[in-house]
């Protein structure tokens, strides 16, 4: 059998100019996916603010939601909410996103008066002498981890289409 001989010939974009281009993209979607966390955490943090019951509030739990971002050779990764900072700045974060706590009775003031003035959003203090305070409902939920994810889920694919 005769030897043939042939060519290949390389039609359409280098292999190290695709590679150029899916590194720049890459960058893009990097910083895309940046902004989307940093606007994740903002509308977690305007969740959280909006559904406060009772005034004035620390702004703890608020404040202790960042938006963290690591970028690695090989992947990066946007996070929303380090559960270590949480349980270290809010330690009730999961109280709060999940319900269902009813606190324990407990002896004491709503600002020197008696219990029943709380719904004005005073601050309750343990004292004694106090009145018995024995709340019946347990906490209702918050779910601003879950209302996060549902924007998030909902803007990720039209972020990344409007912008890369």
Known sequence: MPRRRSTVVLKGTMPKAFLKKVQKKMVDIEYTCTTLGQEATQYMKETIASSVRRHPNTGNLADAITCEVKIGRLYTTVGIGNKDKLQAQ???????????????????????????????????????????????????????????????????????????
């Open 90 to 164: 809010a330690p009730y974060w999961r109280v709060v996103n999940d319900g269902g706590y009813r606190p324990p009775n407990v002896i004491g003031l709503f600002n020197g008066n008696r219990p029943e003035t709380g719904g004005e959003g005073e601050r309750f203090t343990e004292s004694r002498p106090g009145a018995l305070l024995q709340p019946s409902n347990p906490m209702a939920p918050m779910n601003y981890i879950e209302n996060t994810n549902s924007w998030f889920r909902v803007h990720f694919k039209n972020y990344i289409k409007s912008r890369v």
